[in-house]
């Protein structure tokens, strides 16, 4: 049986129509299935990392804490990453990650919530009690021989008017009181009385023998 040349060319065109299809189906999903979004959240930060989107349309990216917002709206490419640090905060708070993806219909864009307790405080350590303080070490006795006090100089200051020098030719003053060279001067006048009498008297003798 000889199949005719228009029916070859029509199941051709259909094998190629569906091989095509096929294709594009694959070609389309691919780039969606490897999206890759990747978050995390702890008491004090959130982590956000997401990959292999289209680089060629507008992705945005929203993270808000209890409905304020911690990162605004931003536009992305095929990738972002981020890590933001959380408000201090005393209770848990509700972290919200919204991704619009802009390639075909968005159904791979997510919107998801988290919580982020609130972190441990540290334990404060004990005060520690200040170390004794050491004694001041006791002064050591000198064993050296203790310098002689200066010796008050026998010169006479130089501010003591000097006592004047008797001038040699001045007579000598009467001397007052007892001396030590009172008796020899008294001795001296006693024998120039007695040389004197006895001359006199040698004198009148002879005068009389002569008469």
Known sequence: MTIPR????????????????????????GPAVAHTPTWAVTCSEVTVDLTNYTSDVPNTVTVSVDGKDLLPTE?????????????D????????????DADGDGKHSID???????CEEEPTPPP???????????????????????????????SAPAAPAPSPSSP???????SSSTPVI??????????????????????????
């Open 6 to 29: 228009r029916s070859w060319r029509g199941a051709g065109a259909l094998v190629a129509a569906a091989v095509v299809g096929l294709t594009g189906g694959v070609i389309s999903a």
């Open 75 to 87: 536009t992305f490419g095929r990738e972002f990453h981020k890590k933001l640090a959380l408000p």
């Open 89 to 100: 905060h005393d209770k848990p708070v509700t972290v919200r990650l919204v991704v619009k």
């Open 112 to 118: 998801q919530t988290k919580t982020a307790e609130v």
């Open 128 to 158: 520690t009690e200040p170390a004794p303080s050491e004694p001041a070490p006791s002064p050591t006795p000198s064993t050296g021989t203790p310098e002689p006090s200066a010796t008050p100089s026998d010169e006479p200051s130089e």
């Open 172 to 178: 000598d003053l009467a001397e007052t009181g007892s």
């Open 186 to 211: 008294g001795g001296a006048a006693v024998a120039v009385l007695l040389a004197g009498g006895g001359i006199l008297w040698a004198v009148r003798k002879r005068r009389t023998a002569q008469g």
